[in-house]
C-alpha cells in the first residue's frame, strides 16, 4: 500500500480568512524554532522565526505563537492568499546546530 | 547577493554508479547544511560544515555517502554505489554561523536524484 507519509495534512481556506498551521515538536531542549514555506519544486523559505524566550512573535501577515508547555508551535496567516498555498513546515533546533523538520502541512487556498 | 546555487537541479544515474552534487552558498556563509528529502515528507538533516569541517556527519545513512567542503565555501556531496532508494531531492542551506542560538538558514532549490 502507499507510505502514510505521501499523505501530508493539509488545510484548506477560503481566500480572505485566516490559517492557522498547528505544529508539535519533539525535544524540550529546543530553543530556536522556524517555519518555512516549501512551493512546488523549490526549496524550503524562510518565513518566520522564534526563540524560547518569547511566545509570540509577528512579522507582515504571519505570526507564530510558541507554547513551551505543551511543546507546540503554530503559524498564523492573516488574509490568505493564493499565493500563500504551499507545504508549511516547522523546525526546531534540539539545542544543537542543525534543524529538526517536522512532517509538513499542505495549504490549500481556494478563491 | 546570490542566494544558495545547487547544480545539477536533476540528475539521473543508474544503479552503482558514483555521484557528485554541488552547492555554492551565499557568499560569507560560514555554516553549510545538506538535507536530504523524500516525496511527501520534511528534509531530513544528513550533515553540516562549519567553515571547512565536518561538524556534525550523523546523519549520514552509511558509508556509501560523503560531502566535502575543502576551502570553506563550495561543498559537495558525494554517493557511491547508488541505489534505487537514493532517489530523493538534496536540499543544500547555508547560514552565516551555526551554533545552539540558531541562525536563519537560507536553502537552494535542491538537486533532484533519480538513481533507475
Known amino acids: 500500500g502507499e507510505s502514510v507519509g505521501l499523505h501530508l495534512p493539509t488545510l484548506s481556506v477560503q481566500e480572505g480568512d485566516n490559517s492557522i498551521i498547528n505544529c508539535a515538536y519533539s525535544n524540550s531542549a529546543s530553543d530556536y524554532f522556524i517555519w518555512y514555506k516549501q512551493e512546488s519544486g523549490k526549496g524550503p523559505q524562510f518565513i518566520i522565526d522564534i526563540r524560547s524566550n518569547m511566545d509570540k512573535r509577528q512579522g507582515q501577515r504571519v505570526t507564530v505563537l510558541l507554547n513551551k508547555t505543551v511543546k507546540?508551535?503554530?503559524?498564523?496567516?492573516?488574509?490568505?492568499?493564493?499565493?500563500?498555498?504551499?507545504?508549511?513546515?516547522?523546525?526546531?533546533?534540539?539545542?544543537?546546530?542543525?534543524?529538526?523538520?517536522?512532517?509538513g502541512t499542505r495549504l490549500q487556498v481556494f478563491p | 547577493g546570490a542566494g544558495v546555487s545547487q547544480t545539477p537541479s536533476n540528475k539521473v544515474t543508474e544503479k552503482g554508479k558514483y555521484v557528485e552534487l554541488r552547492c555554492d552558498p551565499i557568499s560569507g556563509h560560514t555554516a553549510l547544511y545538506w538535507y536530504r528529502q523524500s516525496l511527501g515528507q520534511g528534509p531530513e538533516f544528513l550533515i553540516y560544515f562549519q567553515g571547512t569541517g565536518?561538524?556534525?556527519?550523523?546523519?549520514?545513512?552509511?558509508?556509501?555517502?560523503?560531502?566535502?567542503?575543502?576551502?570553506?565555501?563550495?561543498?559537495?556531496?558525494?554517493?557511491?554505489?547508488?541505489?534505487?532508494?537514493?532517489?530523493?531531492?538534496?536540499?543544500?542551506?547555508?547560514?552565516?554561523?551555526?551554533?545552539?542560538?540558531?541562525?536563519?538558514?537560507?536553502?537552494?532549490?535542491?538537486?533532484?536524484?533519480?538513481?533507475?
Not at chain 2, 561538524?55 to 566535502?68: C, T
Not at chain 2, 558525494?78 to 538558514?105: F, H, P
Open chain 1, 72 to 103: 507546540h508551535l503554530s503559524l498564523q496567516i492573516a488574509a490568505t492568499q493564493p499565493g500563500d498555498s504551499a507545504v508549511y513546515f516547522c523546525a526546531e533546533n534540539g539545542n544543537t546546530d542543525k534543524l529538526i523538520f517536522g512532517t
Open chain 2, 54 to 116: 565536518a561538524a556534525d556527519d550523523s546523519g549520514l545513512p552509511n558509508d556509501r555517502f560523503f560531502a566535502v567542503r575543502p576551502e570553506g565555501s563550495v561543498s559537495t556531496l558525494k554517493i557511491q554505489r547508488t541505489e534505487r532508494g537514493d532517489s530523493a531531492v538534496y536540499l543544500c542551506a547555508s547560514s552565516l554561523s551555526a551554533g545552539t542560538g540558531g541562525t536563519e538558514a537560507f536553502f537552494g532549490q535542491g538537486t533532484r536524484l533519480t538513481v533507475v
